[in-house]
């Protein structure tokens, strides 16, 4: 495995471009996957997040575009915010090159705006499964010279059912192409896609995909439910830097954003709500450092690149241990060190242990045990003590009881002296206001009763 960029055959303009950038040495992904790629072979990659994958196939791409002034570069991301990190690591790379442009189709975007872009050819198009069949159906997209594909999260857009929209996209491309998939796991179904969208495909693979890089030290918390809030007052207070928090729902995160605001903390919000425009504002201003802490849903826990952030701070835990992962994976980019809290309830007990599983699946210990039982609904007392069917009837209508033993039981006052009359039915009163409207010459008694 080669240890500079220069052994890696690339064009000279490229290497300024990455000298100028400040990469000095390839990762270990970039080592492994640049050389195939350039070499025109399929690639199916992966990669803990972090480790520079989007050069891994932005430089072999920019390469081939230099090479072949006709060819054509689409990246697919599963995500908006993906995509246009995925763009703004490119461009630095594409210094010099005056004949490549680029446009990003994404939703939530104007139209006129991406057309615009489209007019002026671009030859690396990044952008989401989506708008691309959106231009494609308005047929303001030409991918008949687009020989390099790019599948970046491939997991995740199986996840958000783009699978129907990319088979799409791919019947306007040639087929023959170069494809590079990218995933963060590679289970059966990523392979059964591979064979249908590759030829022969390199496998590329560094590290553990579901251990967390070694530079995140990671804390977790039992707490309760009730105690949340202010245990990550006292965190933001502990913690000096940027904090990312993750909470579940998007609504969470807005009311998050605006109770830290009145404790006087310089937060924000972004989740699946806001418009592009917005998002992009609110992630511009927490890159630059003019919010602290950054509330979020896990549509930013791919794709979110900002080297100034020490903390994750797990509010509430995913609902699939892979997105833990990729939160955590927010700290600790490009080999600097990170903190990562996790908020563990009674309720979220078995959630944890998925997730630890997942981390260490050669670990037989068991996770850390939390009360995980979740407190009975037929308590009435607060114990959790479960209360029998015939007991809790009972205790509801304690002249049964007396009844079932025989006793005298008064159907006008079952329950007591205070209890409620018993209610008739819809069906009888519906008569008896009948019998009593001498309607039907009373014949309605006979009926009812």
């Known amino acids: 495995m080669t240890n500079t960029f220069e052994a890696l055959g690339l064009p000279s303009s490229i290497l300024a471009a990455i000298s100028k950038v400040g990469f000095t040495t390839p990762t270990p992904i970039q080592a492994a ?83 615009q872009q489209l007019k002026t050819r671009p030859r690396i198009i990044v952008g989401t499964p989506g708008r691309i069949n959106d231009h494609l159906d308005r047929r303001s997209l030409n991918l008949s010279n687009a020989d390099i594909l790019v599948l970046d999260e491939m997991d995740r857009m199986l996840d ?53 890089v070694a530079a ?75 919010y602290r802490v950054l509330v979020a849903t896990d549509v930013a826990a791919r794709g979110l690149d900002i080297p100034h952030i020490e903390h994750v701070i797990n509010y509430d835990l995913p609902q699939c241990p892979e997105d833990y992962i990729h939160r955590i994976g927010r700290t600790a980019r490009n080999g600097a060190e990170g903190n990562a809290v996790a908020f563990i309830t009674p309720s979220e007990g078995r959630l944890w242990h998925a997730i630890h599983k997942l981390m260490n699946p050669d670990d037989r210990t068991p996770a850390p045990r939390t009360n995980d039982r979740p407190q009975n609904k037929r308590s009435r007392n607060g114990s959790g003590k479960k209360i029998g069917a015939r007991k809790f009837e009972d205790r509801k209508f304690p002249d049964r009881k007396e009844k079932a033993e025989g006793g005298k039981y008064d159907p006008l006052n079952a329950g007591g002296k205070n209890h409620a009359r018993p209610k008739t039915s819809r069906f009888k009163r519906k008569f008896r206001r009948e019998e009593f409207s001498g309607r039907d010459g009373g014949q309605a008694r006979n009926r009812a009763y």
Do not use: W
């Open 216 to 290: 995140i030290k990671q804390e977790l918390l039992h707490i309760r439910e009730g105690e949340k809030y202010d245990q990550l007052i006292q965190q933001l207070y502990d913690r000096k830097g940027s904090v990312i928090v993750f909470v579940k729902t998007k609504f969470g995160a807005k009311r998050m954003a605006e109770k830290l605001t009145k404790m006087d903390f310089k937060a924000d919000a972004i989740h699946g709500n806001l418009n592009q425009n917005k998002r992009d504002r609110v992630i511009r201003a927490f890159r630059e450092k003019q």
């Open 33 to 115: 996957a640049i050389p195939l790629a350039m070499q025109g072979r399929d690639i199916l990659g992966s990669a803990q997040t972090g480790t520079g994958k989007t050069a891994a196939f932005g430089i072999p791409m920019i390469a081939k575009l230099i090479e072949k002034p006709q060819s054509v570069g689409i990246v697919m991301t599963p995500t908006r915010e993906l995509a246009a990190q995925v763009l703004s690591t490119l461009k630095p790379l594409l210094a010099g090159q005056q004949n490549i442009r680029t446009a990003l189709l994404i939703g939530g975007e104007s139209m006129h705006k991406q057309l």
């Open 160 to 212: 958000m059912g783009f699978g129907v929209q990319i088979d799409c996209v791919l019947t306007y491309m040639p087929k023959q192409r170069q494809t590079l998939l990218f995933s963060a796991t590679v289970p059966a179904e990523i392979e059964r896609v591979a064979q249908r969208y590759q030829n022969n495909p390199e496998r590329v693979s560094v590290g553990s995909l579901v251990t967390p």
